[in-house]
């Protein structure tokens, strides 16, 4: 169990220009079976259509152990990998036996029940190069009579897009109330099916006994930079003035702490606040639900973003741990502070962000979640564009097509005072200096939505002049 939480501990952390030169070259010395994408590009790992949905399917039972204790084992694998090379076939060991985990952070106290409502909930996997593997996991009660014991269905992915997915494990579960064989060529048409482009929908062929064939939509949003979340979740918890106080933790990259029961609250509500981070990702230790086993992640020195089940909270409490945001997504507050948390966001926007979601919440006509994400996420890409939309005018391009980021003309050309005072803080952040890496080599903008965005801004701002 050790070595398990020693790689995942390695593997948490990503590696940026700040963080320095070590980490890098750990990627180096240990290629990994993830995605080999690059620090802060986000778009490649996480949004590429044409890619396999899945890399694996895997089944994570409770097996009991001679203490009395249950130990959750993965008894089924979709493919099952073969030819690979011993490096390879190593960390496919290691991340095979580390993936329960995830899939019961809860600890080891089970016992069999005759009723258990399925829940749906995700972790991600992140190797120390930054790519990113997310598990998507729905456990659910088989069907029998009797007692029986709770499994797991886990997807492993590279993409990210939790409502697709959602509905992958629903067909899942349809499948597994009739019989496991049918799962197998579910998945294999699945499988076999192209990642389709923002918009577009892929169609999946299924046979079932007694029903016959079936064919299942899959429909990929639209806007992309919003398939991965769920705002409503996170609107449901905590209040617009709160929603806030995270936002500004997060932007400076603290260390922050949900606590909830459920899995799916924690893994939902997590990613909600990552994603108010567009078009900027979050660069450091990112782990929705924390496996009892690795509790003491809180007491990391560096920026951390996690969720703790709230059984686990006294022993949180008691861990040594440095300034962090802890906040209590059953009872929506706020448990613990560093205390400036209202004084970090320009006061201005951050009344204008206050009251845009304010209005979100008192406007009975939005129903669908995509209106949701859309609305809320609106109010905080607006944040980014007043505070940092002038990046490109200030990166100065050489002949020979590379760019370097102008940064004290950058700063200075913010007429603001509060604004320029919270935008040198936020410079000097992980997440800042990913996406400038990205931006410095090539004249096309990494971001589209962004930058479109901006676009607005400015004409906007011009009409207004002209007027």
Same mark, same amino acid.
């Given at each position: 169990? *050790?070595?398990?939480?020693?790689?995942?501990?390695? =593997?948490?952390?990503?590696?940026?220009?700040?963080?320095?030169?070590?980490?890098?070259?750990?990627?180096?010395?240990?290629? $990994?079976? /993830?995605?080999?994408?690059?620090?802060?590009?986000?778009?490649?790992?996480?949004?590429?259509?044409?890619?396999?949905?899945?890399?694996?399917?895997?089944?994570?039972?409770?097996?009991? /152990? =001679?203490?009395?204790?249950?130990? &959750?084992?993965?008894?089924?694998?979709?493919?099952?990998?073969?030819?690979?090379?011993?490096?390879?076939?190593?960390?496919?060991?290691?991340?095979?036996? *580390?993936? &329960?985990?995830?899939?019961?952070?809860?600890?080891?106290?089970? #016992?069999?029940?005759?009723?258990?409502?399925?829940?749906?909930?995700?972790?991600?996997?992140?190797?120390?190069?930054?790519?990113?593997?997310?598990?998507?996991?729905?456990?659910?009660?088989?069907?029998?009579?009797?007692?029986?014991? &709770?499994?797991?269905?886990?997807?492993?992915?590279?993409?990210?897009?939790?409502?697709?997915?959602?509905?992958?494990?629903?067909?899942?579960?349809?499948?597994?109330?009739?019989? /496991? #064989?049918?799962?197998?060529?579910?998945?294999?048409?699945?499988?076999? $099916? &192209?990642?389709?482009?923002?918009?577009?929908?892929?169609?999946?062929? =299924?046979?079932?006994?007694?029903?016959?064939?079936?064919?299942?939509?899959?429909?990929?949003?639209?806007?992309?930079?919003?398939?991965?979340?769920?705002?409503?979740?996170?609107?449901?918890?905590?209040?617009?003035?709160?929603?806030?106080?995270?936002?500004?933790?997060?932007?400076?990259?603290?260390?922050?702490?949900?606590?909830?029961?459920?899995?799916?609250?924690?893994?939902?509500?997590?990613? #909600?606040?990552?994603?108010?981070?567009?078009?900027?990702?979050? *660069?450091?230790?990112?782990?929705?639900?924390?496996?009892?086993?690795?509790?003491?992640?809180?007491?990391?020195?560096?920026?951390?973003?996690?969720?703790?089940?709230?059984?686990?909270?006294?022993?949180?409490? @008691?861990?040594?741990?440095?300034?962090?945001?802890?906040? @209590?997504?059953?009872?929506?507050?706020?448990?613990?502070?560093?205390?400036?948390?209202?004084?970090?966001?320009?006061?201005?926007?951050?009344?204008? /962000?206050?009251?845009?979601?304010?209005?979100?919440?008192?406007?009975?006509?939005?129903?669908?979640?995509?209106?949701?994400?859309?609305?809320?996420?609106?109010?905080?890409?607006?944040?980014?564009?007043?505070?940092?939309?002038?990046?490109?005018?200030?990166?100065?391009?050489? +002949?020979?097509?590379?760019?370097?980021?102008?940064?004290?003309?950058?700063?200075?050309?913010?007429?603001?005072?509060?604004?320029?005072?919270?935008?040198?803080?936020?410079? +000097?952040?992980?997440?800042?200096?990913?996406?400038?890496?990205?931006?410095?080599?090539?004249?096309?903008?990494?971001?589209?939505?962004?930058?479109?965005?901006?676009?607005?801004?400015?004409?906007? +701002?011009?009409?207004?002049?002209?007027?």
């Amino acid at each position: 169990m *050790a070595s398990i939480g020693n790689f995942f501990r390695r =593997s948490l952390r990503r590696s940026g220009r700040r963080e320095g030169k070590e980490e890098a070259s750990a990627a180096e010395n240990n290629p $990994s079976r /993830m995605p080999q994408g690059k620090p802060g590009e986000r778009s490649s790992v996480l949004y590429s259509a044409g890619q396999f949905f899945f890399e694996y399917l895997v089944v994570v039972s409770l097996k009991k /152990m =001679s203490d009395g204790r249950y130990e &959750p084992k993965i008894t089924y694998q979709f493919p099952k990998r073969e030819n690979l090379l011993k490096g390879q076939k190593e960390e496919e060991e290691r991340l095979l036996q *580390a993936i &329960p985990l995830f899939c019961f952070p809860d600890g080891n106290n089970w #016992a069999p029940v005759t009723e258990f409502t399925s829940e749906t909930f995700s972790f991600v996997l992140t190797n120390v190069d930054g790519s990113r593997k997310i598990g998507y996991c729905r456990r659910l009660l088989p069907s029998g009579r009797g007692v029986r014991l &709770p499994e797991v269905f886990c997807i492993i992915s590279c993409l990210g897009c939790f409502g697709l997915f959602s509905k992958i494990l629903d067909e899942v579960e349809k499948r597994r109330q009739i019989s /496991m #064989a049918v799962i197998y060529p579910f998945m294999q048409g699945l499988r076999e $099916s &192209p990642f389709p482009a923002p918009g577009k929908t892929v169609t999946i062929k =299924s046979f079932i006994p007694e029903s016959g064939t079936e064919l299942i939509e899959l429909t990929r949003p639209v806007d992309a930079h919003l398939e991965h979340v769920e705002f409503q979740a996170l609107l449901q918890r905590l209040s617009p003035h709160l929603i806030l106080h995270i936002f500004a933790s997060a932007v400076l990259e603290r260390r922050l702490i949900f606590l909830a029961e459920e899995l799916s609250v924690l893994s939902q509500c997590i990613h #909600a606040v990552a994603a108010l981070l567009y078009p900027f990702t979050w *660069a450091h230790t990112y782990i929705p639900v924390v496996p009892e086993c690795l509790l003491d992640t809180v007491c990391c020195p560096t920026p951390f973003m996690v969720g703790i089940q709230m059984r686990h909270l006294e022993r949180v409490l @008691d861990q040594p741990m440095e300034e962090a945001l802890i906040v @209590d997504l059953c009872e929506g507050k706020i448990l613990r502070a560093v205390g400036d948390e209202e004084e970090i966001l320009p006061i201005k926007l951050q009344n204008e /962000m206050l009251t845009s979601l304010n209005r979100h919440n008192n406007n009975n006509n939005i129903h669908t979640s995509e209106q949701v994400n859309t609305l809320v996420s609106e109010a905080f890409v607006q944040f980014f564009v007043r505070m940092v939309g002038h990046y490109a005018s200030h990166i100065k391009w050489s +002949k020979n097509g590379s760019g370097i980021f102008q940064e004290r003309a950058f700063c200075k050309a913010i007429t603001s005072k509060t604004n320029r005072k919270f935008v040198k803080k936020f410079v +000097k952040t992980n997440m800042f200096s990913l996406f400038i890496e990205e931006a410095e080599k090539s004249r096309i903008p990494q971001e589209a939505y962004f930058q479109q965005k901006i676009t607005e801004y400015h004409e906007q +701002k011009k009409h207004r002049r002209d007027s």
